[in-house]
DNA sequence: ATGAAAGCGCTAACAC
DNA sequence: GTGTTAGCGCTTTCAT
């Protein structure tokens, strides 16, 4: 059996409540007691039982955090930076991959947001509706990558990149390198990002005169075989000398399934056809020779969300800032 | 403020234990009390504290699982696998990225495994020395992708691949494809893993005739800018011309670099010289058209382990199975 | 079937 | 500076 604080207590012969002076701080403890103390702390293997802590104190210093698919590498890379960013006030992370799946997303968020089993709850890009944010919660809730909403919801901060702009730069860039054609292989209708990078797109386009019906666009979700299959279908009967097309997969993911699909025709990128990304993710760099692509500043995400995060915690005071909104650039290289 | 399950009780007129009872099933209660009290959870917003139940009953449903880097994507596909076995059961995965660092995985194994923060703990691919594994525990361990070794520790359970043989199937066939000149991408020598590779790569190609000092190596982390400066350093003076090479590297992520070094310098693949990878991540078949490497079972290995501490944790008796080890298989594709 | 009450291990008033 | 003790919110034995 562990030992407790009272088998502490006893064999160093002071009162449970010294013991636990001295591993908090919060008194002076005479150097005596103390060196006891810490002599029968370890004689007896003594740690202190965090549930009993946390249950006494109303406070784990874990944080829930839900990502859409750990195994996608813009999550993933989000992930560690807020791990980063929290382990040095010394907070655990609980993981949530919800599968791209609501209703797992709302499961998760609804048994973490009344419950006290973490102290704050990390959405990273959600796909639940509004409304359904609007469960009586008591911990404070912060929404990464994706636009803030308000709804008179209280305790929610957001932290995103302006995604429209984004997509607007890159429509900007096609159209620089002399595109005629485009087309667009987007995210699902659910996700507000993945329209915000659709609309960005479009409306530089039609600015310079595109009617939004000469935009090809294919939606699908954000993955490697969604943009595969998405590009096979975008290529049935192409021919690059009759029109060059210009692609823009709005994520790096998907990006990189497209050009399989187009490497896979025996096409030549971007001699042929044109294909962009967005995200920046990592590997971005090594893909077809470097993926043209917008920089989501997945960094500075993910550590702006953790310091507001720890912020929030330390002086306890409901979230109110305004949403922090991050600058997207492009990412020039080789695809397009 | 929350309410308890006092209020509760309270508000339906009824005892604490009655109100227990209805949420855990222990024991039956009248179809007319439950509905006063099911009415009463919904009044209230009643949920359950998880912290004081699991102080109650000395369980918290949590595992700690702690990885090298979760952007690693051969990490993210085991978390994600170990993530869907233990969910099922309502198991919540606790997050540590050691960052390859051997003192900060010896902490957070050290934290986990003596306090009460969670059920079980999981480490994946844990570089601490063998006798670090000896602290007093009071949770189950379990340890992936490691060879097991056996110094008296109880408790403790292991699953993994056979790398000397996956390694061994490699060079079998660079052997058979006719390659004369051989070169290693090996990963860290504190890693058991990385040396059972190049071990039963030399091991093979010792067979086969070659001297050990006839096989270069380079020993770098499993990282893609290792695989990139390991693979420039070979190609020093290298002409295809003279003596085609053939490099395994030892990793999926550090090949990919290796190719791009490769790339970098106007190299053909396979033509001019042969790369290999291991572990058979999910975007190997999309690096350079098919990243010819060895099938590290991902998915057997985070569902057997995931499996495994489920067990462990319900039957509540220590672990004494013996080792489970998979089979890795040869996935050849284009790049050599 | 229901309730009273002890107690999981800890912290923090409060008293000395 | 040190000890006593109530109590965090729950489960569970033991009466009834």
């Not at 012969?13 to 701080?25: D, E, I, K, W």
């Not at 949530?96 to 089993?117: H, I, P, R, T």
């Not at 096609?174 to 595109?179: A, H, N, S, T, V």
Request: hydrophobic fraction near 40%; aromatic fraction near 10%; proline fraction near 4%.
């Amino acid at each position: 059996m562990r030992s407790t604080i009272k088998d502490v207590a006893q064999l160093a012969n002071v009162s449970t409540a010294t013991v636990s002076n001295v591993h908090t701080g919060a008194k002076n403890v005479s150097e005596e007691l103390r060196t006891r103390i810490l002599w029968a702390m370890e004689v007896l293997g003594y740690e202190p039982n965090v549930v009993a802590r946390s249950l006494k104190i109303n406070k784990t210093f874990r944080i829930g955090i839900i990502v859409p698919d750990i195994t996608n590498p813009f999550f993933s890379e989000i992930v560690k930076e807020i791990d980063t960013a929290v382990s040095k006030k010394n907070y655990q992370l609980v993981l949530f991959s919800s599968d791209y799946d609501v209703k797992k997303e709302f499961q998760f968020y609804a048994s973490l947001v009344m419950g006290n089993g973490v102290d704050g709850l990390i959405m990273v890009a959600p796909r639940m509706e509004e409304s359904q944010f609007k469960l009586n919660r008591s911990i404070p809730l912060l929404v990464v990558d994706r636009p803030a909403f308000f709804d008179g919801i209280s305790d929610i901060a957001f932290v995103y990149a302006d995604n429209y702009a984004g997509a607007f730069l890159m429509a900007s860039l096609l159209l620089k390198k002399k595109y005629k054609r485009f087309a667009c292989i987007a995210g699902p209708e659910t996700v507000p990002n993945a329209n915000a990078r659709y609309e960005g797109f479009k409306a530089k386009l039609t600015e310079a005169g595109y009617s939004s019906n000469e935009i090809e666009v294919i939606r699908r979700e954000f993955s490697f075989i969604d943009g595969y299959e998405a590009m096979m279908k975008l290529l049935e009967g192409y021919d690059p000398a009759k029109q060059k097309m210009a692609v823009f997969a709005c994520s790096d993911i998907s990006a990189w399934g497209a050009i399989e699909a187009v490497n896979s025709k025996g096409l030549m990128i971007p001699e042929d056809i044109g294909i962009a990304g967005y995200d920046n993710i990592y590997f971005a760099k090594f893909i077809q020779k470097g993926l043209t692509t917008i920089e989501n500043p997945t960094k500075d995400m993910g550590g702006e969300a953790g310091e507001l995060m720890l912020e929030r915690l330390s002086n306890n005071r409901p979230f109110e800032s305004s949403p922090v909104i991050l600058e997207s650039s492009l990412k020039e290289r080789e695809t397009v």
